[in-house]
């Protein structure tokens, strides 16, 4: 099995072109692979082993159906987590609060229980005081004429104070023209 990220649009070109079908899961090192899917683009629902939920990331308190959150796990069997992180006691708990464990993903359960991935709560890009949306940054971006993909990027520096600089980049759609922004 082979593990990849592929964004909706591009899952049935790399279907047609590897003659395989891509699913989704969802796992982490820290708590092994939560859920898998036997079809379709969503994450799948929680193995036995597990019992999956959606938190309010700040408060920790449960979420309904559809409502995007962050992620949280708990086992329902002994040994399917780890025990710590390795002499980090207080990221340890930090992780786990409320009985659950804090994956740091946003996602979200529809009303069959499936889980549906969404992106890393953390996935900001800290530049001159704000926080920027990496998300945000590839949706505008990926809009834009003759870009096929992209991936927005902090980059660190030397001269920012210890913070980031934005670094897109870019796969430019082949049959695309692409203009430079205004």
Known sequence: MLSIPVSDEGAPEFERRFGVEVLRGFGMTECNMV???TSGRNSGTALDAFELAIADAETGQLRPASAVGEI???????G???AG???MPEKTVEAWRDLWFHTGDAGFLDEQERLHFVDRIKDCIRRRGENISSYEVEQ???HYPGVAECAAVG???DDAGGEDEVMICVIPDPGGRSTRPP
């Open 35 to 37: 859920a898998y899917p």
């Open 72 to 78: 949280v796990v708990r086992r329902r069997i002994p």
């Open 80 to 82: 399917a987590f780890m």
């Open 85 to 87: 992180y390795f002499k």
């Open 140 to 142: 505008a971006v990926s």
């Open 155 to 157: 980059v660190k520096t």
